[in-house]
C-alpha cells in the first residue's frame, strides 16, 4: 500500500463546477505539499500546510491531521484549470536538512474541465 | 531570477550511451534533488544533495550518478542508459530545515532505445 493515495485517479467536470481532490497518508507528518502539473509542463507548488485551511484564489486546501486526511478543492472550475494535481507529504523523521525535507508523492489526479 | 533550469529539455539514447543531466537553481537553496516521474508511478526520489559536495540515494539510486558541483548546480549521470530508465527527470531545490517549499525545474524527458 502506497503512504500516499489520491482519490480520484482521473476526473471530468464541467466549467464552473466545483471540484474535490482528495489525499489520505498513513505516516506521521510535519507538512503536506499540492503540487500542478500542466500537460508536458512543469511542476508548480499551489501549498504547503501542516494545519487548517489555505485559500489562493479559486483554490482551498484543507487539512486533517488527526484523520492523516487533505483535500483541495477548486471552485468555479475553468478549462485552464486542467492539469494533474499532485499531493506529496513530509514524513516526520525529526531530522532538519535535505533529509528532512524528502517528500513522499502521491500517484496524482487527472483533471480536465470541459468549457 | 530563474528558479530552477534543467538542460537538456529533450534527450534520446541509445541502449549503452552516456550523458549528464544539469539542473541549476539561483535561490541560493541549500538543498537539491533528482526525481523521475513514470506513469502510473508518480514522482520517485533517484538522490538528493544537503549541501555542497555531500549527496546520498533517495528511492531509486541504481543506475545513477550525481555530483554537487558547487551549491547551484546538481548534476545527474546516467553512465550506461536502459530502456528502463525512460523517464521525465525533474530536478527540484528547497532551503534545509523547517518544512519548505521545493522548487521544480520544468522537466528533461529522456527516451532510451
Known amino acids: 500500500k502506497n503512504e500516499v493515495e489520491q482519490s480520484p485517479q482521473n476526473l471530468t467536470a464541467q466549467e464552473g463546477e466545483f471540484i474535490t481532490i482528495n489525499c489520505s497518508y498513513s505516516?506521521?507528518?510535519?507538512?503536506l505539499h499540492w503540487l500542478q502539473q500542466h500537460p508536458g509542463g512543469g511542476i508548480v507548488s499551489l501549498f504547503m500546510?501542516?494545519?487548517?485551511?489555505k485559500k489562493h484564489g479559486r483554490l482551498i486546501a484543507t487539512i486533517n491531521i488527526q484523520e492523516k486526511h487533505s483535500s483541495l478543492h477548486i471552485t468555479a472550475s475553468h478549462p485552464r484549470d486542467s492539469a494533474v494535481y499532485i499531493c506529496?507529504?513530509?514524513?516526520?523523521w525529526g531530522r532538519g536538512g535535505a533529509a528532512g525535507n524528502k517528500l513522499t508523492f502521491g500517484g496524482g489526479t487527472r483533471v480536465l474541465v470541459k468549457p | 531570477n530563474a528558479g530552477v533550469t534543467q538542460t537538456p529539455k529533450f534527450q534520446v539514447l541509445k541502449t549503452g550511451q552516456s550523458m549528464t543531466l544539469q539542473c541549476a537553481q539561483d535561490m541560493n537553496h541549500n538543498s537539491m534533488y533528482w526525481y523521475r516521474q513514470d506513469p502510473g508511478m508518480g514522482l520517485r526520489l533517484i538522490y538528493y544533495s544537503a549541501s555542497e559536495g555531500t549527496t546520498d540515494k533517495g528511492e531509486v539510486p541504481n543506475g545513477y550518478n550525481v555530483s554537487r558541483l558547487n551549491k547551484r548546480e546538481f548534476s545527474l549521470r546516467l553512465e550506461s542508459a536502459a530502456p528502463s530508465q525512460t523517464s521525465v527527470y525533474f530536478c527540484a531545490s528547497t532551503e534545509s530545515g523547517l518544512p519548505y517549499e521545493q522548487y521544480f525545474g520544468p522537466g528533461t524527458r529522456l527516451t532510451v532505445t
Open positions: 506529496a507529504v513530509k514524513p516526520y
Open positions: 505516516v506521521g507528518i510535519s507538512a
Open positions: 500546510l501542516s494545519s487548517g485551511k
